[in-house]
């Protein structure tokens, strides 16, 4: 893995139905944090949106744990943007909120997408109201990444909330909000 061009955009070259193992970094360590499968269900010129169904596996390298997702999820990565996400959804098809990882820019290989987990996580009720989340351990570990990747990481914060706010892609319309889902 090069680090030193992990934030760089790529050429997006997947089709609906490719098949990707999904893999979030420790940076520094390049060790692997969590990883998942998705399906490709659309391609745009700005970035990929993969899906997941009810009960796929997430696999958390760093606490050694395996949990089977009790709902179905599609997660946008786009090309050159510090954040993926997207909605998390019943079996029904309605919004349980949204998940946004604040993250350096997706590399995009032939079967996977990988990129550095920074810390920063922002959910998204399906009103569209967000609130940031595990800013301490982004506080605690700031210091480790490159001052522009800090920099980038407090914007796309924002960006996301914009991204939400606007109803840009992937965001589906507003629901009725709900209580956070447990992660």
Same mark, same amino acid.
Not at 68 to 79: E, L
Not at 89 to 94: K, M, P, Q, T, Y
Not at 125 to 133: E, L, S
């Given at each position: 893995m090069n680090t030193e061009d992990a934030g760089s955009p790529a050429v997006v070259s997947y089709r609906p139905r490719d098949h990707l193992r999904i893999e979030f970094y420790k940076y520094p360590e390049n060790r692997l944090h969590y990883w998942w499968e998705a399906e490709v269900v659309e391609v745009r010129e700005e970035g990929v949106l993969v899906y997941m169904p009810l009960g796929f596996e997430f696999h958390h390298e760093s606490k050694n744990r395996v949990l089977? =997702?009790? *709902?179905?999820?599609? =997660? !946008?990565?786009? =090309?050159g943007r510090w954040y993926s996400g997207g909605p998390d959804?019943? !079996? &029904?098809?309605?919004v349980l909120e949204y998940y946004w990882n604040i993250q350096s820019p997706p590399r995009f290989e032939p079967g996977r997408i990988w990129q550095y987990d920074l810390e920063l996580d922002v959910k998204c009720? !399906?009103? *569209?109201?967000?609130? =940031?989340?595990d800013t301490e351990e982004f506080a605690a570990r700031r210091w480790l990444y490159p001052p522009e990747w800090v920099e980038q990481a407090t914007r796309a914060v924002? &960006?996301?909330k914009q991204l939400v706010l606007a109803g840009g892609w992937p965001v589906?319309?507003? @629901? +009725? @909000?709900? +209580?956070?889902? &447990?992660?």
């Open positions: 089977r =997702v009790d *709902h179905q999820a599609y =997660v !946008a990565f786009f =090309v959804l019943d !079996a &029904e098809g309605n009720k !399906a009103d *569209h109201t967000c609130q =940031v989340f924002q &960006e996301v589906l319309p507003r @629901g +009725e @909000g709900r +209580e956070w889902l &447990e992660r």
